[in-house]
């Protein structure tokens, strides 16, 4: 079985072990086709968080039920599945009043992470980590399915009106897809802000948003060209640097709409909170994945990937097991947009 270890911050190697997993009560087995990158990994391969605090490595993956256990359910032999939500505990006061994506007890679900060629994976059908994969979406596209639900989170606690402009500060994956799915909704204008040259110029070609521009004072007077010299209806801050909170706040018009996406490491000194009170602004935290389910139990984001599929394709880059060394640089440089890990 193949398998990709994080032996310590920094230290990647490629194995190759004799036995298969062991299955286990609760869940099932998943014959793993491919498994995306995520900031989080990048946190832990660069020992900004700690392995000893974590539950897996790699979770953003899809594949193919293969065994499933009496105490398990959901999900059946056969079925192509993809990660989407964290399994939740089901008993806080979070997760019965409806916001299961603040369960004070997250639950460890997988065993031992995507990027492996088999893992296993806890399944209950009220909390479960596992979606179905729609007919119309392959293998590489689904990896994407856990990223799609924090993006569409962060759209929906947007709360965006059509023919709002929204600008979103932050062009990595959170970022892009976000701003694919507020388009979809009817936004007036969607406008992208970076700091990479070559990040920049790599989102322009792509053709996914309006505008694409600097954060710096030419990129924010360009802003102001296209949504008017009140500024933005809505600013989404997906950078995970605090400092950028402070663009965003001067960019959106009074009584504008800011929302946080984003995981911070750090805070930012000598915070001025008062444009906040003078222009009247809602600030907003979007913290997925979500539980967004239809009446039959199965997600509601496989829709939402099938409607943006063509513009999600644009940002990935597939890379071969062998190549995976190469797919964690290029997603700690930039050079890959969303690098995904091809085991199938």
């Keep these: 079985m193949k398998k990709i270890a994080l032996l310590a911050p920094g230290e990647l190697k490629l194995q190759t072990l004799d036995s298969e997993i062991e299955l286990q009560s609760g869940m099932v087995k998943v014959d793993v086709s491919a498994c995306a990158i995520c900031g989080s990994d990048l946190a832990l391969l660069s020992g900004k968080r700690n392995m000893k605090n974590e539950l897996y490595f790699g979770h953003e993956f899809s594949g193919v039920v293969t065994e499933t256990s009496e105490e398990s359910s959901g999900v059946k032999k056969g079925d192509r599945i993809a990660s989407e939500l964290s399994r939740t505990c089901g008993q806080c006061w979070c997760c019965l009043n409806g916001m299961e994506n603040y369960c004070r007890s997250m639950n460890d679900a997988l065993i031992p992470g995507g990027f492996t060629e088999e893992t296993l994976v806890r399944s209950e059908p ?26 569409y989170r962060i759209a929906s606690r947007a709360e965006m009106k059509p023919g709002d402009s929204v600008v979103i500060f932050g062009i990595g994956a959170m970022g892009l897809i976000a701003g694919m799915i507020l388009k979809r909704l009817g936004a007036g204008c969607v406008i992208g802000v970076g700091r990479r040259p070559t990040r920049l110029e790599q989102v322009r070609s792509k053709g996914i948003f309006d505008a694409v521009v600097a954060n710096n004072e030419t990129g924010m007077d360009q802003i102001r060209e296209i949504c008017g010299k009140n500024g933005a ?112």
């Design 233 to 344: 209806d809505i600013a989404i801050e997906a950078t995970g640097t605090a400092k950028v909170l402070v663009d965003a706040i001067q960019i959106v018009r009074y009584g504008g709409r800011i929302v946080v996406g984003s995981v911070y490491h750090n805070g930012i000194d000598n915070f001025e909170p008062l444009p906040i009170f003078r222009k009247e602004l809602t600030v907003v935290g979007a913290k997925g994945p979500y539980p967004y389910r239809k009446s039959d139990g199965s997600s509601v984001v496989g829709g939402i990937m099938d409607l943006i599929q063509d513009d999600l394709k644009k940002i990935i880059q597939v890379y071969e097991y062998r190549d995976a060394m190469k797919a964690f640089e290029d997603a700690q440089s930039g050079v890959a947009i969303k690098a995904v890990i091809k085991f199938k």
């Design 126 to 151: 009220e909390y479960s980590f596992l979606s179905k994969i729609p007919d119309t979406i392959d293998d590489i596209t689904a990896t994407l399915m856990e990223p799609t639900n924090c993006a």
